[in-house]
């Protein structure tokens, strides 16, 4: 059963405006990831937070972790059209094994 | 990060054949894993590669219908047996890494 819980399902913006999608989780965890998926093609990953870390930078994303609530929000600030996409987060614990959220599907509008 | 090659791409199967999946990672990994993606859903983890050993399948998941082989430790192949259309998905394979998960592309699967 998935473990993480994604909101929005589904998001529209403007090109420039900023988007945040916001996950859930129910376990502890030692990492929690974010991927993006265009078209239903490869998961491309975008950043990676460790449970003892609160946020995080790469870019135009950031990323925020609140363990005592078990939840993460990616902000993707001055979007482009190119961002259209849908966007998992995914937590890690125990071997490896990646749980993926329902993901949300990021449509930005030029 | 690891790059997978996996192919492929896609294909339109007959109900009741199988098709195998292949990825090939330009490195060597101790284990692959295995996903599939349901039309507008999210990935659920089939199986754990390991070189040398069985997989480990997921609740709902079994050997007789996805079988797996990894004969080395930068191949590894999936097949989807017996198909029927509610196997159509995308299916993925994935390595990991120190700073997170590398996928193959992706297999798109319709079964008519």
């Known amino acids: 059963s998935q473990q993480g819980e994604e909101d929005p399902q589904a998001l529209s913006i403007q090109e420039g405006e900023n988007a945040t999608m916001n996950c859930s989780y129910k376990?502890?965890?030692?990492?929690l990831q974010w991927y993006r998926q265009n078209s239903g093609r490869g998961l491309v990953h975008l950043i990676l937070i460790r449970s003892n870390e609160r946020e995080k930078h790469s870019g135009r994303l950031r990323v925020t972790l609140d363990t005592s609530k078990k939840s993460s929000s990616l902000l993707i600030t001055a979007s482009r059209a190119a961002d259209t996409a849908s966007y998992f987060c995914?937590?890690?614990?125990?071997?490896?094994?990646?749980?993926f959220g329902a993901g949300t599907i990021l449509r930005v509008k030029s | 990060s690891a790059v997978i090659s996996q192919k492929p791409s896609r294909d339109i199967c007959q109900r009741g054949t199988s098709l195998t999946i292949q990825c090939q990672v330009d490195?060597?990994?101790?284990?692959m894993f295995w996903y599939r993606q349901q039309p507008g859903q999210s990935l659920t983890l089939i199986a754990t590669?390991?070189?040398?050993?069985?997989?480990?399948?997921e609740s709902g998941f079994v050997i007789d219908k996805f079988p797996i082989s990894r004969p080395n430790l930068t191949f590894s192949t999936l097949t989807v047996s017996n198909m029927s259309p509610e196997d159509s998905s995308i299916y993925l394979c994935?390595?990991?890494?120190?700073?997170?998960?590398?996928f193959g592309s992706g297999t798109r699967l319709t079964v008519v």
């Open positions: 590669a390991n070189q040398g050993s069985e997989a480990t399948y």
């Open positions: 994935s390595v990991s890494g120190p700073e997170g998960y590398t």
């Open positions: 995914a937590t890690g614990k125990n071997g490896n094994k990646l749980v």
């Open positions: 376990t502890s965890i030692n990492n």
């Open positions: 490195s060597q990994v101790t284990m």
